[in-house]
């Protein structure tokens, strides 16, 4: 009896994780392909000191208190230490309330860039923590951002 309480409440808590956010804004056709970001140097373990890094001057953003139904953005900055052009190969999200834009141009060595993440607070309240997954041709290849606000209704701010 009691393993199968923790199986239902493991399902319990993988559905209503994943069934909040499945609505994912953006489309395919402006996506990068994956074999772009290929790199084989990285593939294989060898010499890194020739290929982009992306170097974020922040890798999570705290938007603080905002109001039911705001549209904030941030944008998070980096810069290619690298030495060699860096390709943003795909950015998502965590939830279709945050949209990313950001540059499908080639950062070249010592430039930099930036993603900009909007989050709509429209039905949403409480604490909010989104994330971004960052993919390109970096090793390692992928980097995670993060964005927080804590959303309150209107009328209580009154």
Do not use: W
């Amino acid at each position: 009896m009691r393993f199968n309480l923790h199986i239902l409440l493991s399902l319990f808590f993988i559905l209503i994780i994943t069934g909040g956010c499945s609505d994912r804004m953006g489309t395919d056709d402006e996506k990068i392909p994956a074999d772009v970001v290929f790199n084989p140097n990285s593939a294989s373990g060898s010499n890194h000191s020739e290929l982009p890094q992306i170097t974020f001057e922040t890798m999570e953003h705290d938007f603080g208190r905002i109001l039911e139904g705001e549209t904030v953005s941030y944008d998070f900055t980096f810069t290619n230490t690298g030495k060699a052009d860096l390709i943003l190969a795909e950015v998502t999200t965590s939830c279709g309330c945050t949209v990313p834009s950001y540059s499908k141009a080639p950062i070249r060595a010592n430039e930099k860039g930036k993603i900009k993440i909007a989050f709509n607070s429209q039905g949403r309240r409480g604490a909010q923590t989104k994330s971004v997954l960052v993919v390109s041709n970096t090793q390692p290849n992928t980097v995670i951002l993060r964005i927080k606000a804590q959303v309150v209704n209107a009328a209580s701010e009154n």
